[in-house]
């Protein structure tokens, strides 16, 4: 009855973690409209998240997380880099170009991506099912981007979304190294930090039109204040979202916590259809349904490969989005 009981509650995490996490495209999309680039969303967002996690470290983990982030400074810099910083400025520019779902669901064919670094990187038996995988991952891109007739998709958007999807799957490489190490906490504080550092080069804060955030924003046919949309985004869809992640992480195991964590792609297409009045296609949801069950297919033949090397919700969303 207790393990009934733990599994359950991590469940109910884990499906909260990913619902949360889905609001971040279409609180951002409403920002960028607004005036916002899509690298200084990124930017606020990743930096208000630092400012959040790096107190809570120190109180919950002391010393000892920054040791941790000492000894690994090397893999978590590269996470910064790529896994915080790449990933979630690629995927806010597509967003900005593509609607939020399909743009997420670019995001999350990065496990196909990992199959591709072990087969033909590694040098790595991959079993078949991987292939099988990767094959119906790319039928569902060539369906969404709608080749038939000349690639309808917004060409920068789907290259931005593919382009998350390899930071997302540098993520699934770097955690081998990290696992045992840095603890989720410690791993997405110190990315955050690097995150920031990083995007205040290359975003131009000083341009940022601050009045955006006491602005009145537009979402669809409705308005809020564009303060409350960037505390949502840094709060709600990336600190309470990651926070609600580690305590699924801890009660269920990495493959139904990977599972549940598609629920993000739905939960995102639910919020920009209520939130910006977003409807996909019938291409577009034929494709990512595709796209999606390819990933998973993949996703399930990296564990059998290298369990401990992809454990995508130990970060529950690389991108944090």
């Not at 971040?24 to 607004?34: D, E, N, R, V």
């Not at 595709?290 to 297919?297: E, H, K, P, T």
Request: include cysteine; charged fraction near 10%.
């Amino acid at each position: 009855m207790l393990m009934y009981s733990t599994k359950s509650v991590g469940l109910g995490f884990a499906i909260f973690s990913a619902v949360t996490f889905g609001g971040s495209g279409p609180f951002a999309k409403a920002l960028i409209g607004a005036g916002l680039t899509p690298q200084q969303a990124a930017w606020i967002r990743i930096l208000g998240a630092a400012l959040l996690l790096v107190p809570l470290v120190l109180v919950l983990r002391g010393s000892a997380g920054l040791r941790a982030a000492r000894a690994s400074w090397k893999p978590l810099v590269l996470y910064g880099l790529t896994g915080i910083a790449g990933c979630q400025t690629l995927f806010f520019i597509a967003a900005s170009r593509l609607p939020v779902g399909v743009a997420l669901m670019l995001e999350f064919s990065g496990p196909v991506l990992v199959v591709l670094w072990l087969k033909f990187g590694q040098k790595v038996a991959v079993p078949r099912s991987a292939a099988i995988g990767v094959g119906i991952a790319l039928l569902g891109l060539a369906t969404v981007a709608e080749i038939w007739s000349g690639l309808t998709i917004d060409l920068i958007g789907l290259l931005a979304g593919l382009a998350a999807a390899a930071c997302q799957a540098t993520y699934f490489i770097l955690i081998d190294k990290l696992t045992g190490v840095a603890d989720p906490l410690v791993m997405t504080a110190a990315g955050s930090v690097v995150g920031a550092v990083l995007l205040t080069l290359i975003s131009s804060p000083w341009t940022v039109p601050w009045h955006v955030l006491v602005d009145s924003v537009a979402m669809g046919d409705r308005h809020a204040p564009g303060w409350l949309l960037a505390a949502w985004l840094i709060g709600v869809s990336t600190v309470v979202a990651y926070l609600a992640g580690a305590a699924a992480v801890q009660r269920l195991s990495a493959a139904v916590a990977g599972a549940v964590a598609y629920v993000e792609v739905v939960a995102a297409s639910l919020f920009a259809l209520i939130l910006l009045n977003e409807r996909l296609t019938t291409n577009q949801v034929i494709g990512g349904v595709i796209v999606l069950i390819g990933a998973f297919v993949a996703q399930s033949s990296v564990g059998k490969v290298a369990p401990e090397a992809h454990r995508p919700t130990d970060v529950l969303d690389p991108s944090l989005t």
